[in-house]
C-alpha cells in the first residue's frame, strides 16, 4: 500500500491502495457522483449522522466543503477521503482520519460512511485496514480513536475486526440524527497486533 504512486486513470497516483479498494481526497469532478450516492443513501444514513444542512448536496457547499477539506490536510488536522472500488473506480462511501492532536498525543479519531447499494459487502472493513495502515505508517500517529452507537452491532464488528478496543462508553458524546446520544468508544495503537486478514 502506499501513498502518491502511479496509478492507471481510474486509481489515481494521489490514492491509498486496500484490498480491492482505493482512497483518495476529494475533487471538484466528484461532486456529482458523490451528491448522488449520498441522496440515494440519505434514509440509510440518516440515523448515524448529524442532521444534514438543508443545501448539503449542492455545488456551492461541495465547493466549501472541498476548500475546507484541502485547509484542514494542510494545517494537519484531518485527512478526508473518498472510498472507491479498484475494479471499475465505483464511488463506495467516505472515511476521515480526523480531529488530529499532535505533540503528546499523535491521534486522531476515524469517522466513514458507506453508501447504501454497497454496505455488507466488505468494502468498508478494507478501507478501514488500509486507512489505519497508512496512518500509522505515514501520518505517524500513535493512537486512533473511533465511536459508534451502541446499537450500531455492524460498525462495532467492523472496529473490533479491523484491531479496535473497546475503551468505554461516552454518554451523549455526540448530537447524531437531532439528538445527544450515547456512543461506544474505540481505540486502536500502532503497537497493537495486526488483525488477521480477510474480510469482515
Known amino acids: 500500500m ?3 504512486r502511479l496509478g492507471t486513470p481510474a486509481e489515481p497516483q494521489h490514492a491509498i491502495r486496500g484490498d480491492g479498494v482505493y482512497l483518495r481526497p476529494l475533487e471538484s469532478r466528484d461532486h456529482t457522483a458523490w451528491a448522488a450516492l449520498r441522496e440515494r443513501s440519505r434514509d440509510f444514513l440518516a440515523p448515524w449522522e448529524p442532521t444534514w444542512p438543508a443545501d448539503d448536496l449542492t455545488r456551492s457547499a461541495y ?10 490536510m494542510e494545517r494537519d488536522e484531518a ?30 479519531t476515524l469517522g466513514y460512511w458507506m453508501g447504501e447499494p ?5 468494502y468498508m472493513a478494507r478501507a478501514v ?4 495502515t497508512y496512518a500509522f505508517a505515514n501520518l505517524r500517529f500513535h493512537r486512533i480513536e473511533a465511536a459508534c452507537l451502541p446499537h450500531n452491532s455492524r460498525s ?5 475486526g479491523a484491531g ?18 450515547d456512543h461506544v ?16
Do not use: K
Not at 63 to 72: A, I, K, Q, T, V
Not at 129 to 132: F, G, K, S
Open 2 to 4: 502506499a501513498l502518491f
Open 63 to 72: 465547493r466549501r466543503r472541498l476548500r475546507r477539506h484541502g485547509e484542514e
Open 79 to 108: 485527512y478526508p477521503f473518498l472510498i472507491f472500488r479498484e475494479q471499475d473506480g465505483e464511488l463506495l462511501g467516505g472515511l476521515t482520519l480526523g480531529q488530529v492532536r499532535r505533540g503528546v498525543s499523535q491521534t486522531a
Open 118 to 122: 454497497f454496505a455488507g459487502h466488505g
Open 129 to 132: 485496514r488500509a486507512a489505519v
Open 156 to 160: 462495532i464488528r467492523l472496529l473490533e
Open 164 to 181: 479496535f478496543r473497546r475503551e468505554g462508553l461516552a454518554r451523549a458524546y455526540l448530537r447524531i440524527n437531532g439528538a445527544w446520544q
Open 185 to 200: 468508544l474505540f481505540a486502536r495503537l500502532d503497537s497493537d497486533p495486526a488483525p488477521p486478514g480477510g474480510r469482515i
